[in-house]
């Protein structure tokens, strides 16, 4: 069983006697996930340069989420959903390693994923190139 937050235990009588008392705190270790364009892969192929990140597999729920998509650009929201414009390329292919970053109390947990942009010259409906 997992549990999450604080935990009270309930007082116990022993002998009728003694009153013992006690609470535990247990938490529930951070832990980023997260999908591109709804692919769970560690690289991503882009087919354009809108790519939509879903991180609502993310433990704790309703947590802050701390995105660096590589490319200059951060994002520290509490929606788990979101969605990043990459900019033109000036390569036929490159390469950005997405990071998200979620904590829990003194925790935190982090996953990259690469995603792979090509641009429109050797991938239809892609990003345009900027050669």
Known sequence: MRSFGRVRLLSILVLGLMLISF???????????????????????AL???VRFDASSSTPAGTTYYWDFGD?????????????????????TEYYPVKL??????????RTVLIEMM?????????????
């Open 48 to 50: 354009s340069s809108s």
């Open 119 to 131: 641009c429109s010259a050797y991938r239809p409906g892609g990003p345009a190139c900027r050669i």
């Open 72 to 92: 200059g650009s951060t994002l520290t929201t509490t929606n788990a959903v979101t969605y990043h414009t990459f900019a033109q390329y000036q390569y036929v």
């Open 23 to 45: 609470s535990q705190t247990a938490f529930a270790a951070a832990y980023a996930r997260f999908t591109a364009n709804g692919s769970s892969a560690a690289t991503v192929t």
């Open 101 to 110: 970053t979620v904590y829990d109390g003194g925790a935190s947990s982090t």
